[in-house]
């Protein structure tokens, strides 16, 4: 049954596409045919001269397009035919000759096309042809050499080609080039041309057996070596079993058994070290568990499991260390001077965990080591900013590739001593997500109750932390979870005074700053106006950051002076005042009297906020115009404090009448804005300050310029204490401002301060919003029924 109509024409011949397979002349190979154009193209040739075109599919697809074909192809003969059960053709078939094919055409699910004869040119005019054949078929047979797939009847027909294209048919059909390469080299028609691209190729192909074959034997010997080495393990172990040594041990395995003998070990790590051993020794040393193993038992014998005996501290020296370190920090010295005494009593005393809270720059860390020295233990510092996952206390289990232990067994490892000062580094910045929560694994660390056994998942053998005392600092403790800071003992840490900073600028940093730039033979000295004009108009902290930064730059440059000056440092003096201060910084980055203008217009105020760091003047701004009787609050503002802007509104409009406040609500808008709109701000703290925003608004008057208030506003009227006094008016003192309100209930927070803390201030106490309103706006109401009371 013939499976289509019609005849080709002379020149057209049946094609049949291959997948991606490059047929070339001299090639015999068995082709399965399983399309139905395939078929008809076999069937179409039996019927004729059993000659097909022979051409490459580059692409996978099921039906062949005729304009996708390359136009380089091969005729092949059929010289056998099979039909296979499934249906499907087996075919050998033999190539013949290179064509170019054109005119593709697809009739009744064939394909044919007309086949142009590639005629090879021969020419040779440098004669190369001789030099490149024998260079192939050499190349060829180390080809050979090296797959080990080739053939020896292949072998013979490359090495006896009669002709350089045979020879390059031949070899470009037994090699497995790239496709693209292979189609190149069918449809080059320059004789020369061609055995250079196969030669080039070829030496690629080689060049890659020869690196397979390079990293077969390493491995290769590799693994000969480890069976070598297992092998002579065996044979030593027998030797010693003969000897009358019955224990057979290799010396890994012995120096374990000596640095266990040689530690003082509790009997439950004795027990496990040697269940460990027992493990190890009936192991291959080439077994992967067994590193693992050797690695577990390394950290047993280094970790310090006795505990420490009792240190004799003398309390005098101690504190001198401690003034030595840092100034003033009364309150957190004499914690630490009450904790010392109460050891030396009592050395079965629990630790307490100590939690320094402050600004940044305030000497928190470098109190913990300052504690360290005064009690003569070890220092560890473990910060824990960005920490996520509870692994990192706790440790990985051993089942994991590359497990450790968590931070707190290194930490006690690193320290070498059962009763190391181990201060966690801003617990505040703890985060939490799906690898865990490492506050939670903390809270057995941090209760005295509980680390007399804690237990790490790595080392799986209670650890006692009892001895260790922990220290820990934050910033803030807003985002440390309660059941943490129950167990945490905090010990506030304020922003300094200018006083005080001029004092720690002269007696500590000037000092470490000249050492550390190489000017402790000058003869340097810093004026006070010198650090006025730094901590006023270069730094705008509660620390002593980056003041001690601006001193250091001013060093480095006085450095750069001496040697530009070739003078020999002894003979360099300078008086550092604050011309010259400027002349060296540059411009001031900081005018605290900025934001006093004595024409601020009503409807601003200027609240005084507790940050992270420190203390800041927030200026609170309000604006009424036609509207829908909206309250628009923008500035980032957080609930809390969209809250207090609402209770301050809703109070005024209740107390207006009172108050004698022409206000009409109907028809009007009311906008509240707080600048630094990218920063967040929430809290409570910014209630009156709202309210006298607001009643400056709405009776056209200012709030005098140089007062600052801060305080809770509730819906009655009240003003309630709020925290952060000190830092809220250090920031006044750098602002300028000398007129603060502050809640009645915050008075005792401010007779403890020092003297520098109130200096240049004028502070008033109101328990009442009606209390502070002669002050903010004279003469408004006046008969106010309680005057504000001035801090002596």
Not at 315 to 338: C, F
Not at 359 to 387: D, Q, W
Not at 428 to 456: H, M, Y
Not at 553 to 576: C, F, H, M, Q, W
Request: with cysteine; aromatic share 4%.
């Amino acid at each position: 049954m013939r499976l289509f109509s019609g005849k080709l024409n002379r020149t057209e011949m049946p094609v049949l596409p291959l997948r991606e397979m490059v047929f070339f002349p001299g090639l015999v190979l068995p082709v399965v045919v399983t399309r139905s154009q395939g078929k008809n193209a076999v069937h179409f040739a039996m019927e004729s001269d059993r000659r097909v075109i022979a051409v490459t599919q580059t692409d996978a697809s099921e039906r062949t397009v005729p304009g996708k074909l390359p136009e380089t192809a091969t005729i092949a003969h059929v010289v056998q035919l099979m039909k296979m059960p499934d249906g499907s053709l087996r075919i050998m078939l033999e190539g013949q000759e290179r064509v170019r094919i054109s005119n593709v055409e697809s009739d009744e699910d064939r394909l044919r096309a007309v086949p142009r004869e590639i005629r090879p040119d021969r020419s040779d005019p440098q004669g190369k042809l001789p030099q490149l054949a024998r260079l192939i078929q050499d190349t060829f047979k180390e080809y050979a050499l090296l797959s080990g797939v080739v053939t020896t009847d292949t072998q013979r027909k490359v090495a006896g080609a009669e002709s350089a294209d045979r020879l390059a048919d031949l070899v470009g059909g037994h090699v497995p080039f790239d496709l693209e390469s292979r189609l190149e080299l069918l449809g080059e028609p320059e004789t020369t041309r061609r055995l250079e691209m196969l030669a080039e190729l070829l030496n690629g192909e080689v060049e890659l057996l020869k690196l397979k074959r390079s990293v077969k034997d390493r491995v290769r010997k590799r693994l000969e070596k480890n069976q070598r080495d297992y092998f002579l393990q065996e044979q030593i172990r027998e030797l010693n079993r003969e000897l009358g040594n019955e224990s057979g041990e290799d010396d890994a395995v012995s120096e374990i058994r000596q640095r266990m003998k040689e530690t003082a070990l509790p009997d439950p790590v004795v027990q496990r070290i040697t269940k460990e051993l027992d493990r190890l020794q009936k192991l291959p040393p080439v077994s992967p568990e067994s590193g693992i193993i050797r690695t577990y038992l390394d950290w047993l014998l280094d970790l310090p499991w006795m505990k420490a005996p009792g240190r004799l501290v003398n309390l005098v020296e101690a504190a001198a260390i401690l003034d030595e370190d840092h100034y003033d920090m009364s309150k957190p010295k004499d914690r630490l001077l009450e904790y010392i005494a109460v050891h030396t009593l009592n050395p079965e005393m629990k630790s307490p965990i100590l939690c320094f809270v402050g600004p940044p720059g305030t000497g928190k860390t470098s109190l913990g080591r300052s504690v360290a020295r005064a009690l003569g233990r070890e220092f560890v510092r473990l910060s824990l900013g960005g920490v996520r996952d509870e692994a990192e206390i706790r440790g990985h289990r051993r089942t994991y590739v590359g497990a450790l232990p968590g931070r707190i067994i290194q930490s006690v490892k690193r320290a070498g001593t059962h009763d190391p000062v181990i201060l966690l580094d801003e617990i505040d910045k703890i985060g939490n997500d799906f690898r865990g929560d490492p506050s939670s694994a903390l809270l057995e660390v941090l209760d005295p109750e509980q680390n007399s056994t804690f237990s790490d998942h790595y080392i799986e053998l209670p650890f006692d932390l009892s001895q260790v005392t922990f220290l820990t600092t934050a910033n803030t403790l807003h985002t440390v979870p309660a059941a943490l800071r129950d167990r945490l003992e905090i010990i506030e840490i304020p922003g300094y005074t200018e006083l005080e900073k001029h004092r720690i600028a002269r007696d500590f940093l000037i000092p470490e700053q000249l050492q550390e730039n190489g000017l402790h033979q000058a003869r340097i000295s810093f004026r006070s106006d010198a650090l006025s004009t730094l901590i006023r108009e270069y730094t705008a902290e509660s620390g002593v950051r980056s003041l001690k930064r601006e001193i250091a730059s001013v060093a480095r440059k006085l450095a750069r002076d001496l040697l530009e000056s070739a003078t020999e440092p002894g003979d360099y003096a300078r008086n550092v005042g604050s011309a010259m201060v400027r002349r060296l910084l540059g411009p001031p980055r900081f005018r605290h009297d900025q934001d006093l203008q004595e024409d601020a217009p009503p409807g601003l105020a200027r609240g005084l906020a507790w940050t992270e760091n420190g203390g800041v003047v927030l200026t609170v701004e309000t604006a009424a115009y036609e509207g829908s009787e909206d309250l628009i609050l923008t500035g980032s503002l957080g609930d809390v404090m969209k809250e207090s802007a609402r209770t301050a509104l809703s109070l005024i409009l209740a107390e207006r009448d009172t108050l004698g406040i022409p206000f009409d609500r109907t028809g009007r808008t009311i906008h509240i804005h707080v600048p630094q709109g990218a920063i967040p701000k929430d809290g409570p703290s910014a209630g009156i300050t709202l309210y006298a925003a607001l009643i400056s608004l709405l009776t056209d008057t200012p709030v005098p310029p140089d007062v600052a208030m801060t305080g809770e506003l509730t819906l009655t009227g009240r003003i309630l204490p709020v925290g952060g006094i000190k830092e809220k008016l250090l920031a006044a003192q750098r602002k300028n401002l000398t007129r603060i309100v502050l809640p009645e209930g915050n008075r005792t927070d401010v007779d403890v301060l020092p003297r520098e803390g109130k200096k240049g201030l004028e502070l008033h106490y109101a328990e009442q919003t009606r209390e502070i309103l002669p002050l903010l706006f004279p003469g408004l109401i006046p008969d106010s029924p309680v005057r504000i009371q001035e801090a002596t």
